[in-house]
Nanobody, 125 residues
Framework: QVQLVESGGGLVQAGGSLRLSCAASERCYAVGWFRQGPGKEREFVAAISWSGSSTYYADSVKGRFTISRDNAKNTVYLQMNSLKPEDTAVYYC?????????????????????WGQGTQVTVSS
């Protein structure tokens, strides 16, 4: 059973930055970040492949967020810049136990096998 622990959330003003970390108990295949705002469905934010050579982003965060991974530390990062109030949500890290070929798989939260407990990000206007 892979354990995932997120950290780095907090309160920030609009336009500010935060970096989220997802530390895994072992190396994972695909790792994704999802978020769930108040009264909203869980939505895809970003994902990264096993090697780190492929990254995927939701249109709403493209150009502002960057996902990366340090496989030596079994850690995935989400650098969030130019934050907006609509980015306010609980952010979850998720990992897959299988290697995916199809890019679309990364965006579907039900495809992931392991989840962290979530970290709150609040962006004030």
């Amino acid at each position: 059973q892979v354990q995932l622990v997120e950290s780095g959330g907090g309160l920030v003003q609009a336009g500010g930055s935060l970096r989220l970390s997802c530390a895994a108990s072992e190396r994972c295949y695909a790792v994704g970040w999802f978020r769930q705002g108040p009264g909203k469905e869980r939505e895809f934010v970003a994902a990264i492949s096993w090697s780190g050579s492929s990254t995927y982003y939701a249109d709403s965060v493209k150009g502002r967020f960057t996902i990366s991974r340090d496989n030596a530390k079994n850690t995935v990062y989400l650098q969030m810049n130019s934050l907006k109030p609509e980015d306010t949500a609980v952010y979850y890290c998720a990992a897959a136990s299988k290697l995916w070929i199809v890019a679309a798989n990364y965006r579907v939260y039900t495809n992931y096998d392991y989840w962290g407990q979530g970290t709150q990000v609040t962006v004030s206007s």
